[in-house]
Each structure stands twice: as C-alpha cells, then as structure tokens.
C-alpha cells in the first residue's frame, strides 16, 4: 500500500550538487523513521541517510558534512541535498520508510557524478 516514488536524480560533475526527492503516497513520513540508501555497481547497498519521527539525522562517514536530509511533512516529502559531489557518490539512490515490521522503497533513481 505504502509507495515511494523519486526523482532528482541525474549526471553532475564532481564538485556539484544535485537534491533527491521522494515523495510518499500518504503521511507517514512523519511518524516512522525513512531516509535515503545507495548501491554502486559490485558493492553492498548502504545507508547514505535516516531520520526519525523525531527528526534526528544519521549519515553515513562517506557523506557526512556534504549530504543533507530533510523532510517537508506537508508535502509528505523527503529530499536529500547533496553537495561536493565525488565519482565514488555514483549510484542507484534509494528512499526508505519502516512501517511497523516493513521496509519500503522507493524505485530508485540514478546519480552519476563524472567529468
């Protein structure tokens, strides 16, 4: 029942920016935790990004201090801000919600940082 659905995503060189959204198909965002996951080809997808209901903000060592997670509870909306962008940011972004004892995603969108 729960959909993501993102965009955003796209080729930037390195040094850009880009901002992901993700956009929820009811108003969850703001009472389960969410965020913002990412898969490089041949490596283990990790957690770029998370907030809580509460509005704590987790990142990963590899983005931290580039990389800003937010969320518009009236537009029922997460984005990710990505600034400084690095070759080793490229990859298929994915968005979150845990809803009780489910993981939802959303269909991933592709960031390509390259000269």
Avoid at 98 to 108: A, E, F, K, P, T
Wanted: net charge positive; with cysteine.
């Amino acid at each position: 029942q729960v959909q993501l659905v993102e965009s955003g995503g796209g080729l930037v060189q390195p040094g850009g920016s880009l901002r992901l959204s993700c956009a929820a198909s009811g108003s969850i965002f703001s009472i389960y935790p969410t965020g913002w996951y990412r898969q490089a080809p041949g490596k283990q997808r990790e957690l770029v990004a998370g907030i809580t209901s509460g509005g704590s903000t987790n990142y990963a060592d590899s983005v931290k201090g580039r990389f800003t997670i937010s969320r518009d509870n009236y537009k029922n909306t997460i984005y990710l801000r990505m600034n400084s962008l690095k070759p080793e940011d490229t990859a298929v972004y994915y968005c979150y919600i845990d809803v009780r004892d489910r993981r939802y995603w959303g269909q991933g969108t592709q960031v390509t940082v390259s000269s």
